[in-house]
């Protein structure tokens, strides 16, 4: 039996253009946005956990009106229910204020078992949530799970570190963030397109949370970026053309440049 | 740039965004290898079924996801912008099971059709033979009476999906009536004495299998025989009204692919110091393309919007087999002139996608049979 919360984040599509809002936040609003794929693979992990025991799924996510659409597309996938956290004062939150929210919303879902995660979203890429939200919730963390297997209430993980594989493992609810090699995740079908439109959804705003404006949003947040500029496109490379020798000239660059 | 859609609901606007994710992950990577090599991609039709895209047009409770037309059609579309042979297919398969769906008994329905729609299965349909295309009455392929069964005789020609498919909706004389003398019948692949001649060698469409199915002494009982005796050629041709409709949207949708390559490759490629896009001569002639594509979209939503009405749409039908086809043939072409030398070569898809159009003009009915179709309309 493990009840399982997934955490969802609705981000900018990274085919279309970046864009920020005035205060060199991510615009999350007027740009088209889906499902962080890092996410699919929480979502898929959790479903297979569910499947081949009991229990449910329920996907959570703190964003603005278009998150709803993450929250639709977990649905979509298999999950059973979702909450979205929905709330103007959130805008602009840095991880730890998104962190507070996230264990409040948790503590109010209740029944849960496991809050799985993915490794880290793809827009804001800071991996952290997973960590915060463990401390905030006192559970222990299994972070970067390329492997997961569950005997009784104890969950085992395979780590896959620069220079080390880990296992480590942990009992009873616990907090748990895996990779994108942890599995291949499932499309939705269209039969899963139609069950998701009568699956329960429900919207909390801060208050609900007992949560104060001020604890969120950009005045709360720590740390505040100050402007930002694209990186130069890359300049063209150097052609090497091979004349006979070509090995030669290509050793020389690399003697050059010291990385031989 | 994908098509803009105004789609009739929620969940079919999910339902498009479905299609190009699979498109995009598993359709895509895959097409140029499998048309090169004349591979037949068996595994992608079982992950467009597992997703529910094989089945959209047809009843929940039959296995299918009971969208209209409008919508089956532009995930057709979708699909075909991208692969065109898959597309094809798709449209194939789902009018295979037309006959069932239309001629069948209940009984019949229930026994064979949910699982023709699980997703797991291919059909494929055998109207029509060497010397009976735009004529199929001329057709000679005998199913003769013996006790429970019929026993076939005779050949089909240009079966796509001919060695592939799971079940062939087969037509066959049963008496010599001319076009009233015709029968339907729902033959399983793997019955005794039928088997795919050596796939045809073809222009384009080359991941997709056409073959000559044999009939030699193929046994069917006669449960599986489809409307009364008869009745096959008017079970046929209702068929070919709504496969003309995906024929029009699958043309629509490699315009569509041609289109996009065209204009992506315009604003790259310079000439006389800027974008070619830039200059007028040839912007013109994208903007011909463009309106080309929308056109022949609009006039099979119209046909299909007929269709989900319950009007009747033959005739509208025809027109959107006409208009997208022969649009899409020379949307290709000119696909091709935009892109120059480049686009005569096998390095750009613009080449495949022309040769593809070029069948479209000619299968469900040739494009001078819908003209004959439509003015047999106009002249009522
Ligand atoms: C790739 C491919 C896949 C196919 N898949 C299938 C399939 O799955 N199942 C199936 O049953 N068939 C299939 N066909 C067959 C297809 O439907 C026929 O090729 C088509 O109907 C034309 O018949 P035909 O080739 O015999 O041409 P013909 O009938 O010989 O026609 C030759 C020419 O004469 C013209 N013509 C004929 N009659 C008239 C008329 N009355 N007035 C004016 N012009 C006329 C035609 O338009 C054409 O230009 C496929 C064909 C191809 C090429």
């Known amino acids: ?116 995660t993915g490794l880290a979203s793809t827009d804001g890429a800071m991996s952290v949530v997973p960590a915060m939200l463990a401390e905030r919730l006192g559970l222990p963390q299994l972070t970067f799970a390329s492997e997961l297997t569950i005997e009784g209430d104890t969950i085992r993980i395979r780590r896959d570190g620069d220079a080390a594989t880990e296992t480590i493992e942990a009992s009873g609810k616990m907090v748990v963030s ?20 009568k699956k329960p959804v429900e919207t909390w ?56 | 740039m994908p098509a803009t859609r105004l789609m009739p609901t929620q969940e079919s606007d999910d339902l498009i965004a479905l299609t190009r994710e699979i498109v995009d992950k598993e359709l895509r990577p895959r097409v140029d290898e499998a048309e090169a090599s004349a591979t037949f991609p068996r595994e992608v039709f079982r992950t467009l079924g597992r997703a529910g895209l094989m089945s959209l047009p047809y009843p929940e409770e039959l296995g299918g996801g009971d969208q209209p037309y409008e919508v089956y059609l532009q995930v057709l579309e979708e699909i ?26 209940d009984e019949q329905r229930e026994q064979w059709l949910p699982e023709m729609l699980s997703g797991e299965q291919l059909g494929a349909y055998c109207l029509s033979e060497a010397h009976a295309g735009s004529d199929p009455a001329a057709m000679r392929t005998r199913a003769v009476r013996d006790g429970d069964d019929y026993v076939i005789d005779g050949a089909k020609a240009w079966t796509t999906h001919g060695g592939e498919a799971d079940f062939y909706k087969v037509m066959a004389r049963t008496s010599d009536d001319g076009g009233r003398g015709i029968s339907c019948f729902l033959v399983p692949a793997g019955s005794p ?25 193929v046994r069917v009982p006669a449960g599986r025989r489809l409307g009364d005796e008869g009745q096959g050629l008017p079970i046929a041709l209702a068929g070919l009204d709504a496969g003309r409709l995906g024929i029009a949207a699958v043309a629509v949708g490699v315009a569509q692919g041609a289109l996009d390559v065209a204009v992506a490759y315009a604003k790259e490629r310079e000439a006389f110091g ?20 929308d056109s022949a979209r609009a006039t099979y939503l119209h046909a299909a919007r007929m269709r989900d009405a319950g009007r009747p749409y033959g005739r509208e039908a025809s027109v959107a087999k006409l208009v997208a086809t022969d649009n899409a043939s020379r949307v290709t072409a000119d696909a091709v002139q ?43």
């Not at chain 1, 895996?178 to 439109?197: H, L």
């Not at chain 1, 720590?222 to 090995?247: C, N, Q, Y």
């Not at chain 2, 075909?80 to 008994?105: D, E, K, P, R």
Request: a negative charge.
């Open chain 2, 80 to 105: 075909a912008s991208a692969w065109a042979s898959v597309g094809v297919g798709v449209s194939v398969h789902a009018l295979s099971c037309f006959g069932l769906f239309t001629a069948g008994t």
């Open chain 2, 193 to 217: 004495g039928l088997t795919a001649d050596v796939p045809e060698r073809k222009m384009g469409l080359t991941g997709s299998t056409t073959a000559t199915m044999l009939f030699d002494g």
């Open chain 2, 338 to 380: 935009v892109l120059g030398g480049a686009g005569y070569t096998k390095d750009f898809p613009v080449e495949r996608y022309m040769r593809e159009t070029k069948v479209m003009q000619i299968f469900e009915g040739t494009n001078q049979i819908q003209r004959l179709v439509i003015s047999r309309h106009l002249a009522r």
């Open chain 1, 178 to 197: 895996v990779t994108d090699q942890i599995n291949e995740p499932r499309y939705p079908s269209f039969k899963g397109i139609m069950a998701a439109k």
């Open chain 2, 274 to 293: 800027k974008p070619v896009i830039e200059h007028q001569g040839l912007a013109f002639l994208l903007a011909d393309m463009a309106a080309a594509v």
């Open chain 1, 1 to 116: 039996m493990a009840n399982i919360v997934v955490l969802v984040k609705y981000v900018p599509d990274a085919t279309g253009d970046r864009t920020f809002t005035s205060d060199n936040t991510v615009d999350r609003v007027g740009v088209d946005g889906l499902l962080s794929e890092l996410d699919e693979y929480a979502v898929e992990e959790a479903l297979k956990v569910v499947e081949a025991g009991d229990g449910e799924v329920t996907v959570l996510t703190v964003g603005p009106e278009q998150a709803a659409d993450a929250v639709r597309k977990a649905l979509q996938i298999g999950a059973h229910k979702g909450v979205h956290v929905l709330d103007d004062a959130i805008a602009g939150s840095d991880a730890a204020a998104t962190s507070l929210v996230l264990a409040k919303a948790i503590e109010k879902i209740a029944d849960y078992d496991i809050v799985m």
């Open chain 1, 205 to 260: 705003s801060i208050a609900d949370l007992g949560i104060e404006a001020s604890q969120v949003g950009t005045a709360a947040a720590w740390t505040k970026v100050l402007s930002f500029e694209p990186r130069p496109p890359r300049t063209a490379g150097e052609i090497v053309t091979d004349e006979g020798d070509g090995g030669t000239k290509l050793a020389e660059y690399l003697a050059s440049k010291k990385f031989v």
